[in-house]
């Protein structure tokens, strides 16, 4: 074998007849000192861990499989470059035993003399076949990362295609039903509405949303958080503006949850709502009040239009006559133009005319 040659992998030395002597123990490698690594298992995520968040920015749904697949293939990374260290190294140690030849071949005899195997071969061998196998398992991990981050972006993508939809004018309960809004009307879609209210409820709680407060005065940190890990786990809250529908659910579950609360007073009402216990106390319990408060409009829209009536059919006040001094210095009466006059009453009989024929009977 040529002496400045530097096998990759290194080729099996020529073997020479035995010799006798000592073992040169001063040249010999050292032994490598073999760390085991220890595998750690992924534990489950934290959707609401910041760490998480600035690591793996993912978009779509998928997060925790794709998690787990980038974790794996940061531990393969560095196994391999551990491994590669680990080659370079023997690399090395190789290089430093070529360059002696006859104390290398020396030692190599005594030791197949006495039964012992090539450490340093056996151990690159090794070495070897545990970096190409941990190439290997790289190599599959990016591809699954890769089809999965595709099928998370497809989707994502297609979820930006759907049309937004707004949200319904006034309030939820009163002037729009939150489901119907949302387009979520068949008996189908109303299991995946249930599904939607559970979902967000524990998100809420785990959220520390304090649901003791009203909605407006949960900090807006908060909020944000709860809208994006919502929006992660059930992508088809993204077709609605601005997150109104997951922030309509929210609102009406802490509402409810806080009137429980009210109810088996376990939570004491605030005192700018005293006003409404006053008023509840101020009701006649005989009637309903729907038809109370129509039959007061009723009355308030009756007398309005007797006082306009009647307004409009007082009689005009005259400006009397009152003296006057000519140029001689003589008083005389004032006299009305019968014009104007006229003109007035005609147009106060056309008034009570045309408000007679509409039939009032006043």
């Known amino acids: 074998m040529p002496r400045n040659t530097s096998p990759n992998p290194p080729s099996v030395c ?3 007849p035995a010799r006798t002597g000592k073992r040169n123990d001063e040249n010999r490698a050292p032994p490598k000192n073999k760390t085991k690594t220890k595998a750690t298992t992924a534990g489950p995520i934290d959707p609401y861990s910041e760490e998480m968040e600035q690591k793996y920015n993912i978009e779509g749904c998928n997060v925790q499989e794709i998690v787990f697949l980038r974790q794996d293939n940061d531990r393969a990374q560095a ?78 993508g297609a979820a930006s295609a759907i049309a937004m939809i707004p949200r319904p004018a006034g309030s939820a309960g009163n002037d729009f039903n939150i489901q119907d809004a949302m387009g979520l009307e068949s008996a189908k879609d109303r299991e995946r509405y249930k599904l939607l209210m559970r979902s967000l409820r524990d998100l809420v709680l785990a959220a520390g949303i304090p649901w003791e407060l009203p909605w407006a005065k949960v900090p807006v940190s ?17 077709r609605y503006e601005n997150h109104w529908a997951t922030e309509e659910i929210a609102k009406q579950y802490i509402k409810n949850k806080r009137r429980l609360g009210y109810d088996n007073g376990s939570l004491e009402v605030p005192a700018e709502y005293g006003y409404l216990k006053a008023n509840s106390a101020k009701r006649d319990p005989s009637a309903p009040r729907g038809r109370k408060l129509a039959n007061v409009d009723q009355a308030k829209k009756v007398a309005k239009k007797k006082n ?34 006229m003109s007035d009453v005609g147009a106060g009989e056309g008034e009570d005319s045309s408000y007679s024929s509409d039939g009032d009977g006043h």
């Open 79 to 156: 196994q391999i470059k551990e491994q590669a260290a680990a080659y370079a190294k023997l690399q090395a140690e190789i290089a430093v035993l070529k360059a002696r030849p006859s104390t290398f071949a020396s030692d190599v005899t005594n030791q197949e003399s006495a039964g012992e195997t090539a450490g340093p071969r056996d151990e690159h061998d090794k070495l070897a076949a545990e970096l190409e196998k941990a190439i290997a398992a790289n190599t599959e991990l990016q591809q699954r990362l890769a089809v999965v981050t595709a099928q998370s972006s497809t989707k994502a």
């Open 222 to 238: 908060l909020k944000d958080k709860f809208f994006n890990v919502a929006a992660k786990q059930h992508p088809i809250l993204l």
């Open 14 to 16: 020529t073997k020479q």
């Open 308 to 341: 306009d009536v009647a307004r409009k059919r007082a009689p005009r006040k005259t400006k009397k006559a009152g003296p006057s001094t000519s140029s001689k210095g003589k008083g005389k009466a004032c006299v009305v133009d019968d014009d104007e006059e």
